[in-house]
């Protein structure tokens, strides 16, 4: 039973567009969701979090919304830039700091 | 300031065999995570260490996977003894303390023949 869900595999945007990764989830427990970014052969590196007290969390070109009542979450880059080539992993947990449980991931290639 | 370091980065071994891998945290972190990240899914929690104690180990396959963290600072983490679908990479993970963010070590990749 997958809890937190990336339908999206790929995405391709061009370079300078906004890129949308989105993030479904099915626990009404968890409270805290946070993007995770993966270059090959490195571990993750959190990019971007926001608690379920908010609907918005900004932070330079990345901006994370969260729709508690559809259990969906979005990533926005904008405007992307090819380094932001990587597979882009949302999770979520119940409690800050607490087990995280991730999605499948979505790999986005952004083209120049 | 110093990552979290995994050892080694490549392992190929035979089912049935034993394994052992090795993480050191960042300095003063608290908190250690072990994951399981098999191919084309998300990283699993397998085990979380507060200090040298066990916070979570509930998804950890108790028969044949074991964990330790002695001392507070390194952890290894062990299978024994290893079927072929363990093959995936394990990541270790630290973070000052709960609730503060997680970082990732660089995992080590293992492939079960």
């Known amino acids: 039973d997958q809890q937190v869900k990336q339908n999206s595999p790929s995405l391709s945007v061009q370079e300078g567009r906004i890129s949308i990764l989105n993030c479904d989830y099915t626990n009404s427990m968890f409270d805290y969701f946070l993007w995770y970014k993966k270059y090959p052969a490195e571990g993750p590196t959190f990019l971007i979090s926001?608690?379920?007290?908010?609907d918005k969390n900004e932070d330079g070109r990345f901006t994370v919304f969260l729709n508690k009542s559809a259990k969906h979450l979005s990533l926005h880059i904008v405007p992307s830039q090819p380094g932001d080539s990587a597979v882009y992993f949302c999770a979520a947990s119940v409690g800050a700091g607490n087990m995280l449980t991730f999605g499948g991931g979505t790999r986005l290639m952004v083209k120049p | 300031e110093a990552g979290v370091a995994q050892s080694p980065r490549y392992k190929i071994i035979e089912k049935r065999q034993s394994v052992a891998f090795w993480c050191n945290p960042i300095?003063?972190?608290?908190?250690l995570y072990w994951y399981q990240q098999i191919l084309g899914q998300g990283p699993k929690l397998l085990i979380q260490f507060q200090n040298n104690g066990v916070v979570d180990d509930s998804q950890l396959p108790k028969d044949r996977f074991s964990a330790e963290r002695l001392k507070g600072v390194d952890s290894t983490l062990k299978i024994q003894p290893a079927k072929l679908e363990d093959s995936a990479v394990y990541l270790c993970a630290s973070s000052l303390d709960v609730p503060y963010e997680q970082y990732f070590g660089p995992g080590t990749r293992l492939t079960v023949t």
């Open positions: 300095s003063g972190h608290a908190t």
């Open positions: 926001i608690s379920s007290i908010k």
